[in-house]
């Protein structure tokens, strides 16, 4: 089992930043690519971006490559999301989930968070 816990939303104007964290518990940190995901109103939840066991690869959405950055310290257990320029169409809760290594890019996460609301004002 990996318990993952996000934290950092908030509410910011466009244009703004934001750093997204998510603290992982539980099973070794390092055996899972992790992945950040997001869920607007009245929207099916949609991917972000991904990133591998010993974070040497990154995949991103096409909304947002470019402007977010992926990143993962496994000293720390702890997966990042930085969020540049950000614009009102990001608005949305923000999930973090994680896959065991082998399955990355799978697209099928096994354990999630519990979301961390963004608010980004036009």
């Known amino acids: 089992q990996v318990q993952l816990v996000e934290s950092g939303g908030g509410l910011v104007q466009a244009g703004g930043s934001l750093r997204l964290s998510c603290a992982a518990s539980?099973?070794?940190?390092?055996?899972?690519?992790m992945g950040w995901f997001r869920q607007a109103p009245g929207k099916e939840r949609e991917f972000v971006a991904a990133?591998?066991?010993?974070?040497?690869?990154?995949y991103y959405a096409d909304s947002v490559k470019g402007r977010f950055t992926i990143s993962r310290d496994n000293a720390k257990n702890t997966v990042y999301l930085q969020m540049n320029s950000l614009k009102p169409e990001d608005t949305a809760v923000y999930y973090c989930?994680?896959?065991?290594?082998?399955?990355?890019?799978?697209?099928?996460?096994?354990?999630w968070g519990q979301g961390t609301q963004v608010t980004v004002s036009s």
């Open positions: 539980g099973r070794t940190f390092s055996s899972y690519a």
């Open positions: 989930a994680a896959v065991p290594k082998d399955y990355y890019l799978s697209g099928e996460y096994d354990y």
């Open positions: 990133i591998s066991w010993s974070g040497g690869s990154t």
